[in-house]
């Protein structure tokens, strides 16, 4: 048996080392492969990752991208169970801002490498962090009916004049942005929801309807049940689409976001191929699909949406200038004591 190596396999070895050193001198990566579980939304939201992320952007790259399907909660509830774990059983975990920031908080998320994300270079700095990727964005809105509001709302105090009394709807679950809102008309803030709860019980005596569920909502407006309530922008987009008789009114008080954000946990098992889908997300083509289908707003300040689509889901340059982003330090030191009031005195 020969221990040694001819001079062809010698060269061959060579150049293979001078080629790994040029490499590792230039920090080349490897392309991106394998399997990504991604933690989402199911729904329109998992249906049209699918269809213009992966299907469009990463059909060739190698990567095997399998949906983990349930809600944010159990999104979280996971990324709990699994902090001591060498490898989590996901690779992205979509998540709300607050969400996110939670997670973040327990020391959970990986830190961005934007290097990675080359997309996020046109991200604006009011929509950034250093544990995200923000995906979509919307602006909390007026949602009225014109055939009994005649004159289109300028702001949340709108919703407290008497004539609409009995009229007006709000949501069980949207409990925070709804205390939030009255707030801000009442002396408050993002970082001051007290002065929200005294103004949520005159609603209370007007006779304000709570429904349970966004699709509550939907239902109540569209059998004219309740004719103004406070929504998403987004979510007013889609229900005008379904032909539920509402218009959106931007409050002067300005517009709060809801982001929806994208994070590599630190246990994940894939974080190339995670970092290659968070940029893949934020072209032109996803972005753009989700407004036209959804209604959100693209991140990704380069696209160019349809200027009639713009003006049903984007903002103005006026508009822009107000937009706000909720206090996540406030809300997860208060939430608690909130949902509590919201379930005693506004609801009991």
Not at 77 to 91: C, I, N, V, W, Y
Not at 312 to 331: G, H, I, P, S
Request: glycine letters at 8%; hydrophobic letters at 40%.
């Amino acid at each position: 048996m020969k221990n040694g190596i001819n001079r062809r396999q010698f060269g061959l070895m060579a150049g293979a080392l001078a080629a790994s050193t040029a490499l590792a001198g230039t920090g080349a990566r490897a392309a991106p492969s394998g399997r990504l579980v991604v933690g989402t939304w199911g729904g329109d939201y998992q249906n049209l990752q699918q269809q213009f992320i992966v299907d469009a952007e990463m059909k060739d790259s190698g990567v095997n991208v399998v949906f983990d399907t349930a809600n944010d909660t159990v999104r979280k509830t996971k990324l709990l169970a699994e902090r001591r774990l060498p490898r989590g059983s996901m690779d992205i975990a979509c998540l709300t801002g607050q969400g996110a920031y939670e997670m973040n908080e327990n020391g959970l998320l990986e830190e961005l490498d934007e290097s990675k994300v080359p997309n996020m270079k046109h991200v604006p700095a009011a929509f950034r962090n250093n544990y995200s990727v923000p995906h979509i964005y919307t602006g909390r809105v007026i949602l009225y009916n014109p055939k009994y509001v005649k004159t289109p709302p300028t702001s949340y105090a709108d919703l407290w004049d008497p004539q609409y009394a009995g009229k007006v709807g709000v949501i069980d679950i949207q409990y925070q942005t709804t205390i939030e809102s009255a707030a801000m008309i009442a002396g408050g803030g993002l970082d001051n929801y007290e002065p929200g709860k005294e103004k949520l019980l005159e609603l209370k005596k007007q006779g304000v309807k709570i429904y349970p569920t966004n699709e509550a909502m939907a239902q109540a407006l569209k059998t004219e049940e309740c004719v103004m309530c406070i929504m998403w922008n987004a979510r007013g987009y889609m229900w005008k689409q379904a032909g539920i008789p509402v218009e959106i009114a931007v409050p002067k008080e300005g517009l709060v976001l809801y982001i929806s954000e994208m994070c590599v946990p630190k246990n994940a098992q894939n974080k190339e191929a995670a970092y290659a889908y968070l940029n893949a997300m934020m072209e032109p083509g996803p972005q753009t699909a989700f407004a036209e289908s959804m209604g959100y707003a693209p991140t990704n300040s380069t696209v160019e949406l349809d200027p009639e689509l713009a003006k049903l889901v984007d903002y103005t340059e006026e508009q822009r200038k107000a937009l706000m982003v909720q206090n996540m330090e406030y809300l997860a030191k208060n939430d608690a004591a909130l949902q509590d009031w919201w379930n005693k005195s506004f609801k009991g």
